[in-house]
């Protein structure tokens, strides 16, 4: 896996110390790879792996953000 460069951590709401990651990874799949979004849940403030995580091709990304959106209305 390429370069991986977090975009922003914040608190996982209804845990003690989890947290929510954004990254950008660089070439996650080898060499000219497309890079990602990589959506990392963690149970633990700074653990080194996430316990999930997704990765979402940047081309996807508009489609993501307005699944979200939709499903925010659900709250």
């Known amino acids: 896996m390429g370069k991986n460069t977090v975009l922003?951590?914040?608190k996982l709401a209804?845990?003690?110390e989890?947290?929510?990651s954004i990254s950008r990874i660089e070439?996650?799949?080898g060499p000219n790879s497309s890079p990602v979004v990589s959506i990392?849940?963690?149970l633990k403030a700074d653990?080194?792996?996430p316990d999930w995580k997704a990765h979402i091709p940047y081309d996807n990304l508009d489609e993501l953000i307005e699944a979200l959106k939709e499903a925010k209305e659900y709250q």
Do not use: A, D, V
């Open 40 to 42: 990392g849940i963690s």
């Open 14 to 16: 209804g845990t003690k």
């Open 18 to 20: 989890g947290e929510i």
């Open 8 to 10: 922003k951590k914040f």
């Open 47 to 49: 653990s080194e792996e």
């Open 27 to 29: 070439e996650p799949y």
